[in-house]
């Protein structure tokens, strides 16, 4: 029989694995697999959230005003070039379906953010993959990929899942040595775990230049992950052009509401940076004194770590050892580094039980 045959780029994508919340035995157990706020949500955003009750029947505002007007007030930016998505996912992808398109193509690096090689495909295009330099970005590695047909750069910063970090002087220098035909995409989805004043000066390349795209959500540090709720900035050409293809009605009114809330409230934010910092550092600390078991944790400026395993331990024993003591991590074999875990930080305790258990692994191996 006939049927209708889906593009052949389509059925090359790997589809998109999310991080489990239960265990093999269907356990609900700590989730540590998706980079979730330790702290949960503001409670002016939750209290904003709940107002919305009350409006079920509604369509929300399909310009996302109020969104584009806090965001804007909050950065210093120009409302009328704030886009808004379901996540910052959203936005990568009408990136990808407005400037890229089949023999294209797309340029990320190894260890990045799996949603811009589904991006590439859904749209025909060519994913292009630049070598990394020990799991950081390699700007020139980037650099030496780019031909006449490059039409859009993607680059996570801090980068999922390496947590690494790329400084501004770096940012500033591949941007400069890219074709002005090139889209530079900067997803800054941790860029709020970043210390006080300090930033890659994305959003000013996006409010100068006319072929940057700074994507951000408030999924991560403002803990609204459940309401997907993402922005953006770049040129009013480029706005314009992902609108085209942007689906209406796309951010709810409780999102709208809750985001708003979690933008006024800086106080949370800093109690969730703050504490992301101090156990970071310490499951860093604890890592490293393991010593010789080929066990290392990657210099992270986001809200996890990712752990390798290059000794007798592997990520694999690791992962199912974790469950078993009520953690889930995010194992990424899929992503080319079967040999590590990303782990969320969480809370003291999480983090406690997390090291206790590496560390009972790590000597059953040994």
């Given at each position: 029989m006939l049927a209708p045959?889906?593009?052949p780029w389509i059925m090359e994508i790997a589809p998109y694995v999310p991080g489990r919340a239960t265990t093999d035995d269907g356990r609900r157990v700590v989730k540590l697999s998706s980079n979730e706020n330790a702290l949960?949500?503001?409670?002016?955003a939750r209290a904003a959230f709940a107002s919305a009750a009350d409006n079920l029947e509604r369509y929300p505002d399909a310009s996302g005003t109020m969104v584009r007007e806090a965001t804007a007030a909050k950065y210093g930016l120009d409302p009328a070039r704030v886009i808004y998505g379901n996540g910052s996912d959203e936005i990568l992808h009408l990136a990808a379906g407005a400037f890229a398109g089949p023999g294209d193509e797309v340029i990320f690096v190894r260890y990045g953010f799996s949603v811009y090689e589904i991006a590439a495909r859904r749209v025909g295009a060519v994913p292009v993959v630049a070598p990394d330099k020990d799991y950081?970005?390699?700007?020139?590695?980037?650099?030496?990929?780019?031909?006449?047909?490059?039409?859009?750069?993607?680059?996570?910063?801090?980068?999922?899942?390496?947590g690494t970090y790329t400084p501004r002087a770096e940012i500033a220098r591949l941007h400069a040595n890219l074709p002005g035909t090139v889209l530079l995409v900067l997803d800054h989805a941790y860029a709020e775990y970043l210390d006080i004043g300090e930033d890659d000066g994305g959003l000013e390349l996006a409010k100068a230049a006319a072929n940057v795209l700074v994507t951000r959500t408030f999924s991560k540090i403002h803990g609204l992950a459940a309401e997907r709720i993402g922005w953006g900035?770049?040129?009013?050409?480029?706005?314009?052009?992902?609108?085209?293809?942007?689906l209406p009605f796309n951010i709810t009114i409780a999102g709208q509401r809750a985001a708003v809330a979690a933008l006024g409230d800086s106080a949370f934010v800093d109690r969730s940076r703050a504490h992301n910092a101090k156990w970071r550092t310490w499951l860093a600390e604890q890592i490293a004194s393991l010593g010789n078991t080929g066990i290392r944790a990657i210099p992270s400026r986001a809200n996890f770590l990712l752990v390798l395993f290059e000794g007798?331990?592997?990520?694999?024993?690791a992962y199912k050892g974790l469950m078993e003591a009520g953690y889930i991590t995010r194992w990424l074999p899929g992503q080319q580094l079967g040999h590590g875990l990303r782990i969320t930080i969480g809370t003291e305790a999480?983090?406690?039980?997390?090291?206790?258990?590496?560390?009972?692994l790590a000597g059953q191996a040994g």
């Open positions: 045959a889906p593009k949960g949500t503001s409670e002016a950081a970005t390699d700007v020139d590695a980037i650099l030496g990929h780019v031909t006449e047909r490059t039409r859009i750069v993607y680059l996570a910063n801090p980068n999922n899942p390496t900035y770049a040129s009013a050409a480029i706005v314009e052009a992902l609108h085209r293809i942007r007798r331990l592997t990520a694999e024993a999480d983090m406690r039980g997390v090291a206790e258990a590496l560390r009972r």
